[in-house]
């Protein structure tokens, strides 16, 4: 066991930090530390070599936290931390290489959800129906609905961050479009005054760091 951490220690450098691991107890189960963070404190099995002392028979290890098991995240793998912990090797009977990716964080995404209904008019000159009031990112799924027994055609502009799209429906149509970072929406000219109703479901995304390296 003490041969492999060298080979560990040796993989290690300034931004590459020695493979994953655990190690195994006596009875066949891991061993497991606590890494503080803030007022939270998370158990974790999974281990990076910081250092080996031979004449004590000891090694220096950096704590890592399997999140996953907290977050539903489509990355998965483990997170650095600034908790270490010094074990004496001699209490384990072996080493179990994990192969999980290491991170120094991962970005937690909020997402809240708005649903918005106006109902409008057409009219000679184009208004603004709806305007994005965050900077916050977006997904939204735009919905025009014709509710007018006039033969004329409606359509919308739904203007995001990179381009316009235009969404158009005749009489008993009804169409849909899902954009992401949405800006506004406006109405088009019309020759005549038709009634419509514009459905929005909003998706405003907040992105948080979460480092455990504080």
């Known amino acids: 066991m003490l041969n492999r951490l060298k080979d560990m220690q040796h993989e290690r450098s ?3 930090i020695c493979p994953p691991f655990c190690f195994v107890t006596g009875d066949g189960k891991p ?8 007022n939270k404190v998370l158990e974790t099995c999974f281990f990076s070599l910081i250092s080996i002392n031979e004449k004590n028979n000891c090694v220096l290890l950096e704590l890592l936290v399997p999140c ?3 977050f539903h995240l489509s990355q998965k ?7 270490c912990v010094l074990v004496d090797i001699s209490l384990f009977c072996g080493i179990s290489e994990v192969e999980l990716p290491v991170f120094d964080y991962f970005i937690l995404e909020h997402i809240e959800k708005y649903p918005v209904f106006c109902w409008f008019s057409t009219s000679s000159c184009s208004l ?3 305007r994005n009031g965050t ?3 977006n997904t939204a799924t735009v919905v025009l609905h014709h509710q007018d027994e006039q033969d004329s055609p409606i359509s919308i502009n739904i203007q995001t961050k990179k381009s ?3 969404l158009c429906v005749k009489k008993g149509e009804s169409r849909a479009i899902t954009v992401n970072d949405v800006n ?11 009634r419509a109703l514009l459905e929005l479901q909003l998706n405003l995304i907040q992105r948080e760091k979460i480092n455990f390296r504080i």
Do not use: A, Q
């Open 184 to 194: 506004s929406i406006m109405k088009n000219d019309s020759i005549h005054k038709v």
């Open 128 to 130: 603004e129906l709806w």
């Open 164 to 166: 316009l799209h235009t």
């Open 77 to 83: 793998g483990l997170y650095r931390s600034n908790s």
């Open 68 to 70: 996953f098991k907290k």
């Open 14 to 16: 300034e931004n590459i």
């Open 31 to 38: 061993f497991y530390s606590w890494v503080f963070n803030g």
């Open 135 to 137: 900077r916050n990112m």
